[in-house]
T-cell receptor, first 116, second 116 residues
């Protein structure tokens, strides 16, 4: 069974800081990995998708890396802003016994607070 | 990308009643998914809904409690039947776009359900 862990569970930083969120998964036989953002009481917004053959993806101030063999991904946020405050979720597609390419397994998320 | 809408956005329901949640996608998709997010928790997959076939339910979820319809390639409904306070959650509709390792998943804004 695929399991996804995110560390830290919560993070509070002053505005302008660069920060790293961590995600690890137990089975490296994944098809891809997605990072999402969730604002309180809202749905999920897809931030970045990394295919299993890729090592990183960038979008604006966000950079996600993938080390499939070690079962790790990081989300780097540069020059954080108060508007970045949200829960960030990591999800992997595939892996685990009977893993398929249509199931996403989610971590519990990191609650990020950026203080002005 | 895909834009997904859900109705209702929130509801307060009495124990023993049922609620049907509607999900509309702005493009044709083969696979749609329904998730539940209980307070303070991450997302749990309820079922996968393919057009033209019966929904596939995850362990712990049954069709009698969560019947799903998928009448066409852009629409799905989830019914939460015979509700109890334990069903209070955010219910999220999701759709998968892309192919192979580049499958990307998109989410609706969620339906916040409170059962009293």
């Amino acid at each position: 069974k695929q399991e996804v862990t995110q560390i830290p569970a919560a993070l509070s930083v002053p505005e302008g800081e660069n920060l790293v969120l961590n995600c690890s998964f137990t089975d490296s036989a994944i098809y891809n990995l997605q990072w999402f953002r969730q604002d309180p009481g809202k749905g999920l917004t897809s931030l970045l998708l990394i295919q299993s053959s890729q090592r990183e993806q960038t979008s604006g101030r966000l950079n996600a890396s993938l080390d499939k063999s070690s079962g790790r991904s990081t989300l780097y946020i540069a020059a954080s802003q108060p508007g970045d405050s949200a829960t960030y979720l990591c999800a992997v597609r595939g892996g685990g016994s009977g893993g398929s390419n249509y199931k996403l397994t989610f971590g519990k998320g990191t609650l990020l607070t950026v203080n002005p | 990308s895909a834009v997904i809408s859900q109705k209702p956005s929130r509801d307060i329901c009495q124990r023993g009643t049922s609620l049907t949640i509607q999900c509309q996608v702005d493009s044709q998709v083969t696979m749609m998914f329904w998730y539940r997010q209980q307070p303070g928790q991450s997302l749990t997959l309820i079922a996968t809904a393919n057009q033209g076939s019966e929904a596939t339910y995850e362990s712990g979820f049954v069709i009698d409690k969560f019947p799903i319809s998928r009448p066409n390639l852009t629409f799905s409904t989830l019914t939460v039947s015979n509700m109890s306070p334990e069903d209070s959650s955010i219910y999220l509709c999701s759709a998968r776009l892309g192919a192979g390792g580049s499958y990307e998943q998109y989410f609706g804004p969620g339906t916040r359900l409170t059962v009293t």
